[in-house]
């Protein structure tokens, strides 16, 4: 059967270059949260503690999104056509949890303007642009830019593509977009648009900590071609007020 084409692309995309899932089975094992599969409101929630002496003081935050129907069911058919036409084990979920560990390094070596280490994982192309525009930001919006594992509040699907080049060469690209706190100090002007959220590290009576919650989007391209190592690899990045 000829595999439909649903969007094509003649520029060459840099994908010669390794990512990994950044996963283990013994992590996917125990994994139990999913997105839901319904247009409805999704909730993620994350506790905060800080244990001083014998007291401890938990703070929960809760970040809501709400799933657009029409990009949920095209992002579906995509993931279907990729288990059917390229990898008949991928999970969107395994994925999910992988692109949610590759930004979690990938934007800590950014804050620490660490771009050799960003070799193999981000496209070559894309690593001298990220020099560049890091190398004019403060050093709290570079701070900022760092996104702790558990500081990651939710994570969706933003588009999903599949490419060919004149060569006949196949890719298939996946957006992930991230929301995330950030404890970094912040001018108000420069964050127009990100929430505040107050959240509270320690014992009664001391002064919470501020939190903003930022935007990042990723995104991740492997190339199917026969013959080639099967990676995936970093193409786009995206901080929301940050690197545009």
């Known amino acids: 059967m000829a595999l439909p084409v649903l969007r094509c692309c003649s520029c060459n995309r840099p994908v010669s270059i390794l990512i990994r899932y950044f996963i283990s089975k013994s992590f996917l094992a125990n994994q139990s949260r999913r997105l839901a599969p319904v247009a409805s409101a999704v909730c993620d929630v994350r506790q905060y503690s800080s244990e001083r002496g014998r007291h401890e003081q938990n703070q ?14 095209r992002t579906r058919i995509y993931f279907f056509l990729i288990r059917a036409y390229f990898d008949k084990e ?19 070596l950014l804050s620490q303007c660490q771009f050799e280490a960003l070799e193999g994982l981000v496209a070559k192309d894309l690593i001298g642009k990220l020099e560049e525009k890091c190398a004019q930001l403060p050093l709290s919006h570079q701070r ?90 970093i193409t786009r990045i995206e901080h929301s007020k940050l690197l545009d």
Do not use: C
């Open 60 to 73: 929960k935050v809760v970040v809501v999104g709400v799933p657009n129907p029409f990009i949920w069911f």
């Open 90 to 108: 991928f999970s969107i979920e395994e994925f999910t949890e992988g692109a949610k560990q590759a930004f979690s390094h990938v934007s800590r």
């Open 144 to 233: 900022a830019l760092s996104a702790e594992s558990d500081e990651i509040m939710y994570t969706t699907t933003g588009d999903v593509g599949i490419y060919y080049d004149d060569s006949g060469r196949k890719y298939v690209s996946i957006l992930m977009r991230f929301w995330y706190l950030t404890s970094a100090r912040l001018p108000d002007e420069s964050m127009e648009g990100a929430r505040i959220f107050q959240v509270v590290i320690g014992g009664e009576g001391e002064r919470p900590e501020t939190k903003r919650l930022l935007t990042a989007n990723y995104e991740f391209q492997r190339e199917f071609t026969q013959g080639v190592i099967p990676d995936w690899i």
